[in-house]
């Protein structure tokens, strides 16, 4: 244990004693294994240590390359004695093995799960409990499905408008609108706002601003060109019901829709 009863997650660096009892340098948001490891990438990069370390594998793709050498009882037998041990970090290491190359192993699955929550009950930073905490949880009932939404209507609707093609421009699956060239025109009536939205090259830019070369510029209060800009199709039953004007080629639309893939917060783009 560090100095003040950290558990020490990374002998990067350790604070003198008198340092660390401060309360202002605790663990409590940011630790300091995660400022200096932020530091240590700022400065040096991914390569920082050395070409003896190329960049690795896929898990799934090195746990088997180590399933393949080692096998799985060795592993479990280490695994468990770690644990036996209290060397719940070598625990975890070791037993990622087999869950990675055998996701259905549930004993590897449930010995891990008894490392990370034994990591949490030391850990002081609330990142590192959430983590081991959320760690455990998973390998003893599977991955769970959001409950949530990171960004309901409510939550889009308050984003400043930068913000708001941001998000929308996360949506986009590259590969899809690499050979896309869609310029969109967004007037917003109730802030008194003009953007132009471009859809070039794989990626989806806005610029403050109206543009002559627009195939389609979009009319209505704010709420109606959130529903068009997240859901294209919305659009013409908008329209239809007088809640926004669309002047010119309203093919488009369809066409931005083909570009945009379901966003899942756990796994990034989703493409149907």
């Known amino acids: 244990m560090t100095p003040g009863g950290r558990p020490p997650l990374a002998e990067v ?25 932020a530091m240590f990438t700022k400065e040096l990069g991914m ?41 719940h970090r070598w625990a975890a290491q070791i037993l990622h093995i087999l869950v990675f190359a055998q996701p259905d192993n549930q004993a590897a699955r449930d010995l891990q799960a008894d490392a990370y929550e034994q990591m949490d009950h030391q850990a002081e930073g609330p990142q590192w409990r959430g983590v081991f905490r959320t760690a455990a949880k998973e390998l003893r009932e599977g991955v769970q499905p959001a409950t949530f939404a990171t960004a309901s209507p409510d939550t889009a609707l308050a984003m400043p408008t930068d913000i708001l093609f941001d998000h929308a421009a996360v949506h986009l699956v590259g590969d899809r609108a690499a050979q896309a060239d869609l310029r969109i025109g967004f007037s917003f009536t109730d802030i008194d706002e003009t953007w132009t ?25 704010k709420a109606a060109l959130v529903d068009v800009l997240l859901n294209p199709a919305s659009a013409a039953p908008l329209a239809g019901a007088g ?25 990034g783009i989703v493409t149907p």
């Open 13 to 37: 660096i350790e604070l003198p004693e008198e340092l660390d009892r401060k309360w202002f340098n605790r663990g409590y948001h940011g630790t300091l294994h995660h400022d200096v490891r």
């Open 47 to 87: 390569g920082g240590r050395g070409p003896r370390l190329p960049p690795p594998h896929p898990p799934s793709e090195s746990a088997r390359r180590f399933f393949e050498l080692i096998g799985e009882a060795p592993v479990m037998a280490e695994g468990r004695r770690a644990v036996d041990a209290g060397d």
């Open 197 to 221: 939205m471009r859809v070039a090259r794989g990626v989806l830019n806005a610029r403050h601003g109206a543009s002559s070369d627009t195939h389609l510029t979009v009319t209505g209060p």
């Open 243 to 267: 809640k926004l004007r669309l002047d010119g080629d309203a093919t488009v639309l369809p066409a931005r829709a083909e570009l945009i893939g379901t966003f899942d917060p756990d796994f």
